[in-house]
């Protein structure tokens, strides 16, 4: 029996026919041409099409002057647009994957620009965005009009492309959102008022879009089913609104997801980090499949094929929506299919490299899977190297697990050392940071690929360099990561720890303590957090504008979040000059200002890290090919440990 039989049921949306239950719902990915689908994109959504995804949902496209910013949204505004999608609507089918478009319009939450002048953002009425710091422009009624043709146009478009359908954003707090929902709209015109008037711009796209696609056309909404924010569109405005076009008979699906742009709260539920719990979209999902007759999806942390197939199964979707777990595996549904589920690449939440990346307007990757975003780059990575060569690597962080797993499964003869009797590096230390255990899968995701390969692994080995020379491997890959960084600070009579100690639960503090946090990153957030659970009173002082101030934006804020919860201070522009026994000593890094913090019983450093480059220093003269990889090189993040594990093992016997 399979082994997920709900998941790998076709279904039947308006009048075509998916192969199984799992969908890759739409996202910006920064692999656009100038505005239009190239061959980047093409590659990226054809690795997840031959991995087993039955319908893929293209990124929010542009379809209006007022927001058309080829740069960074896929614009379908004019026919120059077709032969693009065209080309990857034939990709996708070749593996017989079914392909919608996306159409989408910011509406008040529009910063985007493509010469750094800020542009008019439109919404149905004057209400500011909280998160954006927006006061749109009413959107004058001729407007109106405008915008309803466009959305048509642009769906006959798709149509002429060949894509299979198209799902109108009308979630997430953006301009049809805004539309539907009293708060946002105070419109006294025939858009605004009762719910009907609110619903009437909606009605008129998808009528505009039906008029001009063929019959077969499927067309159908994404919609949040609770915005989780102040003033945001609530679960039974949202059902009473789907039940409504439901009856209208004019749409084929709805598709669920949560939160609004608009506000912090709401935000991160369009991107939910680690935090959030997997699945907690699904209720609501099962809420507005109460009142529909046609096919409800949904996504928002659902990882695991074992919840996508709880929630088919229990009949609360009947189509589950995986996105960062098919950009961290774009093989997830062909593992599914096959009751792989120990060889799924699971996504572990961190929003590092697909949404950091995104909002920063580089190509979406994966931390754990740096080929992700570079298909074209790395197309055979499995092939077998030309020279099969003995390798050797020393490190059993990400960035040696990484290389060493790659290498051997280009066939090279590999045997990874690590010094600790466990695999990890510092991501043992990450994953026991509060709420950061999940981080943890980044280790287990790689023991598992080591696995799969066949490279050997010799645990509780501290390597040196005459033991590299004596046993003579052909390559040498150093992955020897990073200690603590310690300055040389004034601190006699003071109580100092550091850090890592914390984390490991090796360090006493006393009740009243300073996080000095050099790098603003995880650690700082964690320590403190840390403590203030254990009952200390804390300081987090920054040498950064914020706390946090260089991790993804999402992961940041709800942490600043947790942290203020806990009564946790918060202290930025703070430079550490030096301690004693009762106060912190700091400066302010924009005035030069002193900053005193007084009454401190422990002064806790979380000021960065240093390479440990200790083995790659006594290597010099050795015959073989030696490379020195990740956090010994410099002291970054695991993405880029990962990637230079990955770029390392294919230099090997290329
Ligand atoms: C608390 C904490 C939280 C973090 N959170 C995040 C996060 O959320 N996201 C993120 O991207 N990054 C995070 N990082 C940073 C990230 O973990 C590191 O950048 C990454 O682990 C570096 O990988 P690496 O393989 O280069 O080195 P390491 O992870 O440092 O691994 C090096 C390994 O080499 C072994 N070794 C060293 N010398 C020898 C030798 N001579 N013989 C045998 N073995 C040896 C060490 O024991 C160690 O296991 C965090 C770091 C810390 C400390
Ligand atoms: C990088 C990225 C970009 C996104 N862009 C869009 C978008 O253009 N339109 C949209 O409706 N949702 C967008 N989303 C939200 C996703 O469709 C999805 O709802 C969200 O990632 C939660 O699903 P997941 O937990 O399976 O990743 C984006 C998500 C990511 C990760
Ligand atoms: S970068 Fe992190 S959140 Fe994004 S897909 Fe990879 S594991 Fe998931």
Redesign the pocket.
């Known amino acids: 029996m399979a082994t997920y039989p709900h998941l790998f049921r076709p279904l039947g949306i308006g009048r075509i026919e998916v192969k199984n239950r799992l969908f890759f719902?739409?996202?910006?990915?920064s692999l656009i041409e100038q505005g239009h689908a190239g061959p980047n994109l093409i590659a990226y959504h054809e690795a997840r099409a031959a991995g087993g995804s039955g319908l893929i949902?293209l990124?929010?496209s542009a379809m209006h002057s007022s927001f058309d910013y080829r740069s960074r949204y896929l614009s379908v505004a004019d026919d120059d647009c077709i032969p693009g999608l065209r080309d990857l609507a034939v990709a996708v089918h070749r593996h017989g994957c079914k392909v919608f478009g996306?159409l989408?319009h910011a509406g008040r939450g529009l910063r985007a620009s493509e010469d750094g002048s800020r542009p008019v953002a439109y919404a149905p009425s004057e209400v500011p965005d909280e998160r954006y710091g927006i006061v749109p422009a009413p959107l004058p009624k001729r407007m109106v009009r405008d915008f309803v043709d466009s959305y048509g146009d642009a769906a006959r478009r798709m149509n002429e492309a060949g894509l299979d359908g198209c799902?109108v954003?009308a979630?997430?707090g953006y301009l049809i959102a805004l539309f539907l929902n009293p708060a946002a709209n105070l419109r006294t015109d025939r858009y605004g008022g009762s719910p009907g008037n609110r619903m009437r711009f909606l009605r008129e796209i998808i009528r505009a879009m039906r008029a001009k696609t063929d019959p077969g056309f499927v067309i159908g909404i994404?919609i949040s089913g609770d915005e989780m924010a102040p003033g945001g569109l609530e679960p039974d405005a949202v059902r009473a609104i789907c039940r409504a076009l439901d009856a209208d008979g004019s749409i084929d699906f709805v598709n669920v997801?949560a939160g609004s742009v608009g506000t912090m709260e709401g935000w991160k539920h369009?991107?939910?980090p680690m935090a959030v719990p997997p699945g907690y979209v699904a209720p609501l999902a099962a809420g507005i499949k109460a009142v529909m007759t046609k096919p409800v999806l949904v996504?928002?942390?659902?990882?695991q094929p074992q919840l996508a197939e709880l929630i088919v199964a229990g009949g609360q979707a009947d189509m589950v929506?995986?996105?960062?777990?098919?950009?961290a595996d774009p093989e997830f549904v062909n593992k599914a299919r096959s009751g792989r589920i120990d060889d799924i690449r699971a996504?572990i939440?961190c929003?590092q490299a697909?949404?950091g990346?995104?909002?920063a307007m580089y190509p979406?990757s994966c931390i754990q899977h740096p080929e992700t975003g570079r298909e074209r780059r790395f197309p055979h990575r499995k092939a077998r190297a030309a020279t099969a060569r003995r390798v050797m690597v020393v490190g059993g962080g990400p960035a040696g697990m990484k290389a060493a797993a790659i290498a051997a499964e280009r066939g090279h003869d590999v045997t990874l050392y690590e010094r600790a009797g466990q695999l990890g590096g510092q991501v043992l230390l990450a994953q026991a940071l509060p709420g950061r255990a999940e981080f943890g899968g980044l280790a287990t995701n790689l023991a598992r690929e080591l696995d799969l390969a066949g490279a050997k692994v010799v645990r509780g080995r501290d390597v040196t360099a005459e033991a590299i020379r004596a046993d003579g491997p052909d390559v040498v890959i150093l992955a020897t990561g990073a200690l603590p960084r310690l300055p040389a600070i004034a601190a006699e009579g003071a109580h100092v720890v550091e850090a890592w100690s914390v984390i490991r639960g090796e360090a006493n503090t006393g009740g009243s303590v300073v996080v000095a946090d050099w790098r603003g990153d995880w650690i700082g957030l964690g320590v403190a957090e840390k403590l203030a659970r254990a009952g200390c009173r804390v300081t987090l002082a920054v040498n950064a504008v914020a706390a946090g101030m260089y991790i993804q934006e999402i992961v940041r804020d709800t942490w600043v979040g947790e942290l203020h919860k806990l009564g946790v201070a918060m202290v930025p522009y703070a430079r550490l000059v030096g301690a004693d026994r009762t106060t912190a000593y700091f400066q302010h890094t924009a005035s030069g200002e002193p900053i005193l913090i007084e009454g401190v019983d422990t002064l806790v450093l979380a000021q960065g890290h240093r390479r440990e480059s200790t083995l790659a220093d006594a290597m010099n003269g050795y015959p073989g090919k030696v490379m020195a990889i990740g956090d010994c090189v410099s002291p970054r993040t695991a993405e880029e440990a990962v990637f230079d594990g990955l770029k390392a093992a294919m230099e090997i016997g290329a």
């Open positions: 719902p739409s996202h910006g990915t949902i990124e929010g996306q989408f799902e954003l979630s997430m994404r997801i369009v991107f939910p996504a928002g942390r659902i990882t929506g995986v996105v960062r777990a098919q950009i996504c939440g929003n697909c949404v990346h995104r909002l979406v």
